[in-house]
């Protein structure tokens, strides 16, 4: 673990802020993407199918936005980077060697 990884807060306030900016500015009611409460007796098959098929979306999206996240922490923390920077130590070290053994 990195040394600074105590200091970070789960909901930094400044991302927090400029989400809620973002949904401010895009004019999305957020309550009507929450589920409306509906009695079990008004729910038919179709409306079970349409839950099942609207249930699956939801799970893809969370999904899609848990990687979305941990791609934008890694890129944001530079693992990218260096972890291409030792790709690329370890290649040239490989290649130096090929080329000694080439030689000999």
Do not use: W
């Not at 589920?35 to 799970?59: C, K, L, M, W, Y």
Request: charged share 30%; net charge negative; proline share 4%.
């Amino acid at each position: 673990m990195e040394a600074g990884t105590k200091d970070v807060k789960p909901f930094p306030l400044g991302n927090t802020l400029r989400d809620l900016a973002l949904l401010r500015g895009s004019e999305v009611d957020v309550g009507a993407l929450a589920p409306q409460a509906t009695p079990t007796t008004s729910i038919n098959a179709s409306h079970a199918t349409n839950d099942s098929r609207f249930g699956a979306a939801v799970e893809e999206s969370y999904d899609f936005v848990r990687e979305a996240r941990m791609a934008l922490k890694i890129q944001n923390r530079g693992g990218v980077v260096s972890q291409g920077e030792r790709v690329e130590e370890v290649r040239n070290k490989l290649e130096e060697l090929l080329t000694g053994l080439d030689t000999k």
